[in-house]
T-cell receptor, first 112, second 115 residues
């Protein structure tokens, strides 16, 4: 049973374009939604995160949009750059547990 | 900077061997995790530990065990390695304090090949 569903599995965009990654969840007890970025040969690292009491959070070119009623959240990468080429994981955390539940990841390729 | 180190970047073992993967973190974190990462399957939690000598099973514990004798060190043990355990293994740690939003810090991974 996959608790966090992520789509698409892969995405190719041109430099300067917008990359959009979508995630959906079922467990309404989730209360923290981070995104992790993983470059080849490295471990994942926290990119940006959001709590469900806000609908949007922006950090530089990265924006999380959160739709609590639809139980969906998405990552938008504006003005995508070749250096953004990486695998992106959405995740969800339930208060009281120490565990993060990860999506299956999306490989982003930004062509120059 | 938080640092999570893993004992090997690449490891090649034979079927049936006992394999130890070591992970050390230097931030005095309470929680430590072992994941495996496979193409198309994402990150799957094997075991985690929230304190010394404490452990809990994750989603795929079969064929694995863990040991946490010291706060900074978390070991993953494959009692009898099999070819289906060929994978990338990632260790992570996090603070048990809510103020840190439970960010997990990952090591660089160990790519294990079982022949």
């Amino acid at each position: 049973q996959q608790q966090v569903k992520q789509s698409p599995q892969s995405l190719i965009v041109q430099k300067g374009g917008i990359s959009i990654i979508n995630c959906a969840y079922e467990n309404t007890a989730f209360d923290y939604f981070p995104w992790y970025q993983q470059f080849p040969g490295k471990g994942p690292a926290l990119l940006i995160a959001i709590r469900p009491d806000v609908s949007e959070k922006k950090e530089g070119r990265f924006t999380i949009s959160f739709n609590k009623s639809a139980k969906q959240f998405s990552l938008h990468i504006m003005d995508s750059q070749p250096g953004d080429s990486a695998t992106y994981f959405c995740a969800a955390y339930q208060g009281g547990s120490e565990k993060l539940v990860f999506g299956k990841g999306m490989k982003l390729t930004v062509n120059p | 900077d938080v640092k999570v180190t893993q004992s090997s970047r690449y490891l090649v073992k034979r079927t049936g061997e006992k394999v130890f993967l070591e992970c050390v973190q230097d931030m005095d974190h309470e929680n430590m995790f072992w994941y495996r990462q496979d193409p198309g399957l994402g990150l799957r939690l094997i075991y985690f530990s929230y304190d010394v000598k404490m452990k809990e099973k994750g989603d795929i514990p079969e064929g694995y065990s863990v040991s946490r004798e010291k706060k900074e060190r978390f070991s993953l043990i494959l009692e009898s390695a099999s070819t289906n355990q060929t994978s990338m293994y990632l260790c992570a740690s996090s603070s048990g304090l809510a103020a840190y939003l439970n960010e997990q810090f990952f090591g660089p991974g160990t790519r294990l090949t079982v022949l």
